[in-house]
């Protein structure tokens, strides 16, 4: 989808070799347009950083160091990074261009997926930010923007242009700028601006929930507001936005999502291991295609805050309490602000009247350190203006009206929250424990304690079956009575019964062992009087239970020995007749040889000889006979001796002298065969000397 509109990047050509064509996308940071490589002759997507960003070296050196880190991720559901360079005052990316759209545009269009179509998304989603994780960077930015669906179905993460790597997200201390999106940012990055795999992983949570529901799972009036969310409350199950939605998608939600980031999957691989085990294994065929035939997008409450698609930075910079630069506004409701005399301390909602958030365009106001945090230009004070401000904003003159309506809200909603959980103090039931416990016994805890509870089974190799392996929420934690905890019950280890191979073909054998979740390993042949390709036994045995992944041997039949007939001196026909009955292929080679014992058009050779032992299915190559070769004798008579032994043996022949009268002359009286007739090559030539 191209835009267009005036653009000087449009038709330039970067660095002698990416010709512009249009423009695609525009973000706060870059933009991004559709371009040929003249040198490779392919189109490429060009992402050009805006002016104001490359005029800052630091922030220049962080785009080249994410790029180099970015092309590094070689994998088939990751964007390709081709290229970075500098045309004057441009500074550039050239990336894969993915023909097709955005999960954002599909859900704009559908509404809704399927579960099974959103594991079509989540898995290559996972399995590429698994191999940013397996690499040590966190991408930091998961969103339905940066997930880019191919015209062909394919599936690609884009924008790794906030990765950075995993120890340095781990260590970045708060007080500085978190790089995110609001939708998807999880509690520990917005309460210590802490990024790791475990975060990556709570935004794909956010991610399969806008999927299944159409929307996103907090709604507010403001950022702050979802960010309050984020770090206050869990992630409702979509089964709450969509009824009917199979109870194992909440339980993936929740597993991502879960606030405390110890108690989500480690990494993209083992929450993509956990989603496949339970589209294999927890879903019928029914359940993964609910919805299909409705795709009702959910209204969104009223008044909700939309967040851009852009990412916004939480800020805590040092705040000294003082009277604002200019004069105070009215605010929006002086009776409101009149009746309402309550303290703006925000603590008990686990912010600070010293945060601001700001969505700040990276307008060339803020560099950036080391960590791909922002900093003010130079890292000193005295880069923004004698007033506060920075250099061409303007300068605030203090909390604007939706502010200090959105603070009293917030402080009343606090307030009246404590008074109600004061008022409604027996009312809350503390989840008992019940880890190791057998279902039943747990269920009745549960019961006694005014809870309700759901069950889901899963494999365990520690937990012994029936016995509980975990709940959610955890034991101890305060929850109203009437809640549901979900008892994550064991169905024992994860075992497989080795399959009935025997009298198989080997590819037989290898679907069924790897239909059982198997591994085919080593293939052995030994003679047997089964037919040759014929499973002969598997090792371990038919039956044996044995866990996922294991590895299969095989023993295949090649038959029984049978030794080689004759072959030389018959037809090729002949020979095939007699090799038929034991399964011997008859390979016939092209190149006939002269035979002084052979007739031609009969056997001649053959490898293997006669006599070795072959097993069905070899092979035996023979040559066919030419005849005898047959040269030239040469006339020998009257000359001496040694010149016609020289002569007939330059010829090919042997010799053989016969002395008649040892005081002749010694000259060759007679010869035989005679001269100038035609005998084999190699064969015998008497010579009679007087």
């Given at each position: 989808?191209?835009?267009?509109?005036?653009?000087?990047?449009v038709?330039?050509?970067?660095?002698?070799?990416?010709?512009?064509?249009?423009?695609?996308?525009?973000?706060?940071?870059?933009?991004?347009?559709?371009?040929?490589?003249?040198?490779?002759?392919?189109?490429?997507?060009?992402k050009?950083?805006?002016?104001?960003?490359?005029?800052?070296?630091?922030?220049?050196?962080r785009f080249?160091?994410?790029?180099?880190?970015?092309?590094?991720?070689?994998?088939?559901?990751?964007?390709?990074?081709?290229?970075?360079?500098?045309?004057?005052?441009?500074?550039?990316l050239?990336?894969?261009?993915?023909?097709?759209?955005?999960?954002r545009?599909?859900?704009?269009?559908?509404?809704?997926?399927?579960?099974?179509?959103?594991?079509?998304?989540?898995?290559?989603?996972?399995?590429?930010?698994?191999?940013?994780?397996?690499?040590?960077?966190?991408?930091?930015?998961?969103?339905?923007?940066n997930?880019?669906?191919?015209?062909?179905?394919?599936?690609k993460?884009?924008?790794?242009?906030?990765?950075?790597?995993?120890?340095?997200?781990?260590?970045?201390?708060?007080?500085?700028?978190?790089?995110?999106?609001?939708?998807?940012?999880?509690?520990?990055?917005?309460?210590?601006?802490?990024?790791?795999?475990?975060?990556?992983?709570?935004?794909?949570?956010?991610?399969?929930?806008?999927?299944?529901?159409g929307?996103?799972?907090?709604?507010?009036?403001?950022?702050?507001?979802?960010?309050?969310?984020?770090?206050?409350?869990?992630?409702p199950?979509?089964?709450?936005?969509?009824?009917?939605?199979?109870?194992?998608?909440?339980?993936?939600?929740?597993?991502?999502?879960?606030?405390?980031?110890?108690?989500?999957?480690?990494d993209?691989?083992?929450?993509?291991?956990?989603?496949?085990?339970?589209?294999?294994?927890?879903?019928?065929?029914?359940?993964?295609?609910?919805?299909?035939?409705?795709?009702?997008?959910?209204?969104?409450?009223?008044?909700?805050?939309?967040?851009?698609?852009?990412p916004?930075?939480?800020?805590?910079p040092?705040?000294?309490?003082?009277?604002?630069?200019?004069?105070?506004?009215e605010?929006?409701?002086?009776?409101?602000?009149?009746?309402?005399?309550?303290?703006?301390?925000?603590?008990?909602?686990?912010?600070?009247?010293?945060?601001?958030?700001?969505?700040?365009?990276y307008?060339?106001?803020?560099?950036?350190?080391?960590?791909?945090?922002a900093?003010?230009?130079?890292?000193?004070?005295?880069?923004?203006?004698?007033?506060?401000?920075?250099?061409?904003?303007?300068?605030?003159r203090?909390?604007?009206?939706?502010?200090?309506?959105?603070?009293?809200?917030l402080?009343?909603?606090?307030?009246?929250?404590?008074?109600?959980?004061?008022?409604?103090?027996?009312?809350?039931?503390?989840?008992?424990?019940?880890?190791?416990?057998?279902?039943?016994?747990?269920?009745?805890?549960?019961?006694?304690?005014?809870?309700?509870?759901?069950?889901?089974?899963?494999?365990?190799?520690?937990?012994?079956?029936?016995?509980?392996?975990?709940?959610?929420?955890?034991?101890?934690?305060?929850?109203?009575?009437g809640?549901?905890?979900?008892?994550?019950?064991?169905r024992?280890?994860?075992?497989?019964?080795?399959?009935?191979v025997?009298?198989?073909?080997?590819?037989?054998?290898?679907?069924?062992?790897?239909?059982?979740?198997?591994?085919?390993?080593?293939?052995?042949q030994?003679?047997d009087?089964?037919?040759?390709?014929?499973?002969?036994?598997?090792?371990?045995?038919?039956?044996?239970?044995?866990?996922?992944?294991?590895?299969?041997?095989?023993?295949?039949?090649?038959?029984?020995p049978?030794?080689?007939?004759?072959?030389?001196?018959?037809?090729?026909?002949?020979?095939?007749?007699?090799?038929?009955?034991?399964?011997?292929?008859?390979?016939?080679?092209?190149?006939?040889?002269?035979?002084?014992?052979?007739?031609?058009?009969?056997?001649?050779?053959?490898?293997?000889?006669?006599?070795?032992?072959?097993?069905?299915?070899?092979t035996?190559?023979?040559?066919?006979?030419?005849?005898?070769?047959?040269?030239?004798v040469?006339?020998?008579?009257?000359?001496?001796?040694?010149?016609?032994?020289?002569?007939?043996?330059?010829?090919?022949?042997?010799?053989?002298?016969?002395?008649?009268?040892?005081?002749?002359?010694?000259?060759?009286?007679?010869?035989?065969?005679?001269?100038?007739?035609?005998?084999?090559?190699?064969?015998?030539?008497?010579?009679?000397?007087?």
């Amino acid at each position: 989808m191209d835009m267009t509109n005036d653009d000087p990047i449009v038709g330039r050509v970067l660095d002698g070799r990416y010709r512009v064509r249009a423009r695609i996308a525009a973000g706060g940071m870059a933009t991004v347009y559709r371009a040929e490589d003249m040198r490779l002759d392919r189109t490429v997507a060009v992402k050009v950083m805006h002016p104001a960003m490359a005029a800052d070296a630091s922030f220049t050196d962080r785009f080249i160091r994410e790029a180099k880190a970015a092309a590094r991720l070689a994998h088939p559901n990751v964007v390709g990074v081709f290229d970075q360079g500098h045309d004057g005052d441009v500074v550039f990316l050239a990336m894969e261009y993915v023909e097709g759209r955005t999960l954002r545009e599909l859900l704009q269009d559908l509404g809704t997926l399927t579960p099974r179509e959103a594991f079509g998304v989540l898995e290559p989603t996972l399995a590429a930010l698994g191999a940013a994780h397996r690499a040590g960077f966190v991408h930091r930015d998961v969103k339905p923007e940066n997930v880019l669906i191919s015209d062909d179905g394919g599936i690609k993460v884009a924008d790794f242009g906030l990765a950075r790597a995993t120890a340095t997200a781990a260590s970045a201390a708060t007080g500085k700028v978190l790089v995110g999106t609001v939708a998807y940012l999880a509690p520990e990055q917005i309460e210590r601006g802490a990024a790791s795999p475990t975060s990556d992983v709570y935004a794909a949570g956010i991610l399969l929930y806008e999927m299944l529901t159409g929307r996103q799972p907090y709604q507010g009036r403001s950022a702050v507001e979802i960010i309050y969310k984020h770090v206050h409350e869990d992630v409702p199950p979509p089964s709450i936005a969509v009824p009917g939605l199979p109870p194992a998608l909440d339980g993936l939600v929740a597993a991502a999502t879960d606030r405390d980031p110890r108690h989500r999957p480690a990494d993209a691989d083992e929450f993509l291991a956990l989603v496949r085990r339970t589209r294999q294994h927890a879903m019928t065929e029914t359940e993964l295609d609910f919805g299909a035939a409705e795709r009702v997008l959910p209204p969104p409450p009223p008044n909700t805050y939309a967040p851009e698609p852009e990412p916004v930075a939480l800020h805590q910079p040092a705040y000294t309490p003082g009277p604002p630069a200019g004069p105070e506004p009215e605010p929006a409701d002086a009776n409101l602000t009149r009746q309402v005399e309550i303290p703006l301390d925000l603590g008990p909602l686990g912010l600070s009247t010293e945060s601001i958030l700001d969505e700040h365009p990276y307008g060339g106001h803020h560099g950036y350190d080391d960590d791909g945090y922002a900093t003010p230009p130079d890292g000193t004070p005295d880069a923004y203006d004698a007033k506060g401000g920075a250099p061409g904003r303007r300068r605030r003159r203090g909390p604007g009206r939706g502010v200090i309506a959105l603070l009293v809200v917030l402080a009343v909603a606090a307030t009246i929250g404590v008074v109600a959980w004061k008022l409604g103090a027996g009312q809350s039931a503390k989840v008992p424990a019940v880890v190791n416990e057998q279902a039943a016994d747990a269920q009745r805890k549960l019961k006694n304690s005014g809870l309700k509870f759901r069950v889901e089974e899963e494999f365990s190799e520690t937990v012994a079956s029936g016995a509980v392996i975990a709940t959610d929420p955890q034991a101890g934690r305060s929850v109203d009575k009437g809640s549901t905890v979900l008892l994550r019950v064991s169905r024992g280890p994860e075992r497989y019964a080795v399959p009935q191979v025997d009298g198989q073909t080997v590819d037989q054998a290898r679907q069924a062992v790897t239909d059982a979740k198997l591994v085919v390993g080593k293939i052995v042949q030994q003679d047997d009087a089964r037919p040759p390709g014929q499973v002969v036994s598997a090792s371990p045995g038919f039956g044996t239970l044995v866990s996922p992944g294991t590895t299969v041997d095989l023993t295949v039949s090649r038959g029984l020995p049978v030794a080689l007939p004759v072959l030389t001196g018959r037809t090729e026909q002949e020979a095939r007749d007699a090799l038929t009955p034991s399964g011997i292929q008859l390979v016939v080679d092209p190149n006939q040889v002269f035979s002084n014992d052979v007739p031609a058009g009969r056997i001649a050779s053959q490898t293997p000889p006669q006599g070795s032992p072959v097993y069905p299915g070899a092979t035996v190559t023979v040559q066919i006979s030419k005849g005898q070769d047959m040269v030239l004798v040469p006339k020998v008579d009257g000359m001496s001796e040694d010149e016609a032994k020289a002569a007939l043996t330059a010829a090919g022949f042997q010799v053989e002298s016969n002395t008649v009268f040892p005081l002749g002359p010694k000259k060759v009286t007679s010869m035989s065969p005679g001269g100038n007739n035609m005998a084999p090559r190699g064969s015998k030539v008497t010579i009679n000397i007087f």
